[in-house]
C-alpha cells in the first residue's frame, strides 16, 4: 500500500508538470522503467533518489512519501499591500 501510495503520488506531481516518464527520468539520470517501476509500486527509490525526484518534480521530498498529505498544487496568489 506504502509503495503504491509513494507511486501515485509521484505520478501525480509528474503529471502536474505536465512531463513524461522519459522527461523525469532524464532530470534525474535515470532510465523510463525506473520511473515506471516506481510509480507502480515495484521498486523503492533510494533517499538519494528521492531528493532528486524531489527536486525535478519542484516538491519537498516528505509530500511524496506516505502519511504527507501529498503534493501540493502550485497557486498563483497576488498579495495586496
Not at 3 to 18: M, Y
Not at 60 to 68: H, M, N, R, W
Request: charged letters at 25%; aromatic letters at 2%.
Amino acid at each position: 500500500m506504502a509503495l503504491e501510495n509513494l507511486g501515485a503520488r509521484l505520478r501525480e506531481s509528474r503529471e502536474d508538470l505536465r512531463l513524461t516518464q522519459a522527461e523525469v527520468a532524464l532530470l534525474v539520470d535515470v532510465t523510463p522503467n525506473t520511473i515506471s517501476m516506481i510509480e507502480r509500486g515495484h521498486s523503492i527509490p533510494s533517499l538519494k533518489m528521492l531528493l532528486r525526484l524531489a527536486d525535478a518534480l519542484e516538491v519537498e521530498p516528505a509530500e511524496l512519501l506516505p502519511g504527507s498529505g501529498g503534493p501540493k498544487k502550485v497557486r498563483a496568489s497576488v498579495q495586496m499591500y
